[in-house]
């Protein structure tokens, strides 16, 4: 056991008992006489000195005056430190103190500061929930690629940890992988803007190259398409595709859209700002297709909505999941059964690789979307036009949309609408059931 000398005074004042640090004399520190700790000095490295708690706990810490200011910067626990690693930590903060800093002020700020979930949540409730429509996207986002690093100060992410969670992610989705350092890349610079000083280490973490989705029906795909609407008794799951499809619209508007959003004598759709995308107001041509569809459903309606739903929140036409795959499935068993008429000598295998060539297994709902535009610009629409009608939302052409009127619009929007039909071979469906 180390001399009485080496035993801490009772009081604030400490006895600098001082010796050569060796795992068997640090063994041997005995406990404080008071409820406060008591302090050992190594005699090798200046300011390094281990502190004692009244329970037997020890720890490696360096003491010195700092800006004429006594500090404690505590530099781990003896049980999980070397005596020769706490001599070098302590020689890094000796070198900081000589070039002026105070490494003890540096902790404080990085103990001070936020969280990333800190900082997620002050950026949902000021940022994402006042401008962004999708804000619980950023809460999935969240949740599933950053929660891991939830309780992490901001200053402790690093360049190279955003290059490593990049890649992870970017081995089960390039596009998430992505849209993750983006969304990570707005809190950092939403941070800066309220006052946190550190940089954003998602600068320079070069994305993963995307190639842009251009799926869409082709004549043969919107025959069997049309076809398997015609059977799906759920009228207002069923019209709701239809008028995705021949608006051109976005899914949540056209779930939300209402009878008096409706110009009955324009034939025009007018979609709020504050419910459009790119945050302007919209006009949206209805087709004499589309108007009669919204005429036969106006007849019956007792909705504001005019795809009404059963939630008691919404109000309106919700989750169209389980109607998309009944109808796809649906439409795949047509093509299966026209390609069976017109094989009847090919072979069982020939009709096995018939079934795994699923038409429909990568056909999304935001794909009706591109249906429209495709066949605008498959029957002569300008560009503009085409982005004009799917309310696509450019700088460079911002003016020009704003002086281009609705006719040539109009002309494309029915030209397209009549050729898809055209090449569908199909009428107007009639009226049905919304039972599933």
Not at 119 to 139: A, C, G, I, P
Request: charged fraction near 30%.
């Amino acid at each position: 056991m180390p001399k009485s000398s080496e035993n801490a005074t009772a009081g604030s004042k400490v006895v600098a008992n001082k010796f050569v640090f060796t795992e068997k004399r640090l063994a041997k520190l005995p406990l404080p006489s008071s409820a406060q700790r008591a302090y050992f000095y190594d005699a090798t490295v200046r300011g390094l000195a281990v502190a004692v708690s009244p329970l037997g706990k020890k720890t490696f810490i360096l003491y010195r005056k700092v800006d004429g200011r006594p500090e404690r910067i505590a530099i781990g626990p003896v049980q999980d430190l070397t005596i020769e690693q706490a001599r070098n930590r302590a020689e890094e903060l000796n070198s900081e103190i000589a070039r002026g800093e105070n490494p003890a002020l540096n902790k404080r700020r990085i103990r001070d500061e936020a969280t990333l979930k800190e900082l997620f949540d002050t950026f949902l409730e000021h940022h994402s929930k006042v401008f962004k429509r999708t804000w619980k996207n950023d809460q999935s986002m969240f949740k599933a690629h950053l929660s891991q690093w939830q309780f992490r100060k901001l200053s402790s992410i690093s360049k190279v940890d955003v290059i490593n969670l990049h890649r992870r992610i970017g081995a089960r989705g390039k596009i998430s992988a992505n849209r993750t350092i983006e969304f990570l890349s707005q809190m950092f610079n939403r941070a800066r803007e309220w006052g946190w000083t550190g940089e954003n280490p998602c600068i320079g973490v070069t994305r993963f190259r995307e190639r842009k989705r251009e799926r869409f029906m082709d004549g043969r795909e919107l025959k069997l398409f049309f076809q398997s609407l015609q059977q799906e008794e759920n009228t207002t799951a069923r019209d709701f595709f239809l008028v995705a499809l021949l608006t051109g619209a976005r899914r949540a508007n056209t779930q939300a859209m209402q009878w008096r959003q409706i110009n009955w004598t324009t034939g025009t759709w007018a979609i709020p700002a504050e419910s459009s995308k790119s945050g302007e107001a919209m006009s949206v041509i209805l087709s004499p297709t589309v108007l009669q569809i919204l005429e036969r459903r106006k007849a019956t309606s007792k909705s504001e909505f005019v795809f009404p739903g059963k939630g008691k929140k919404s109000k309106h036409f919700v989750e169209p999941k389980s109607a998309w795959r009944r109808i796809l499935a649906r439409a795949k068993k047509i093509e299966l059964a026209e390609w069976m008429e017109a094989n009847k000598g090919k072979t069982a295998e020939d009709f096995k690789k018939q079934q795994e060539a699923d038409s429909f297994a990568d056909l999304r709902l935001h794909d009706l979307r591109r249906t429209l535009g495709s066949w605008q610009a498959a029957t002569g629409a300008s560009l503009l036009v085409i982005g004009k009608s799917l309310g696509h939302k450019s700088v460079a052409a911002t003016q020009v949309y704003a002086r281009l009127n609705l006719d040539p619009v109009r002309a494309a929007v029915n030209t397209a609408t009549a050729a898809m039909l055209s090449a569908a071979d199909v009428k107007l469906l009639e009226a049905g059931s919304d039972e599933k």
